[in-house]
């Protein structure tokens, strides 16, 4: 049993994210804006360990 509210992005879309700031050099900015979240959950995925 889980609690609290479900998760924005799933675990794909997260590795997505990491790669896609790595690699194409996207803003964060950008990101939050092509997955339809905040910035603040963009800065959350890319604090979390891979």
């Known amino acids: 049993m889980t609690f609290g509210r479900k998760r924005a992005l ?17 803003s964060v900015a950008q990101l939050a804006e092509r997955f339809n979240v905040g910035v ?6 890319l604090q979390e360990p891979a």
Do not use: G, N
């Open 40 to 45: 603040a959950t963009v800065y959350r995925v």
């Open 10 to 26: 799933t675990d794909d879309q997260c590795k997505r994210i990491r790669t896609l700031r790595q690699e194409e050099k996207f």
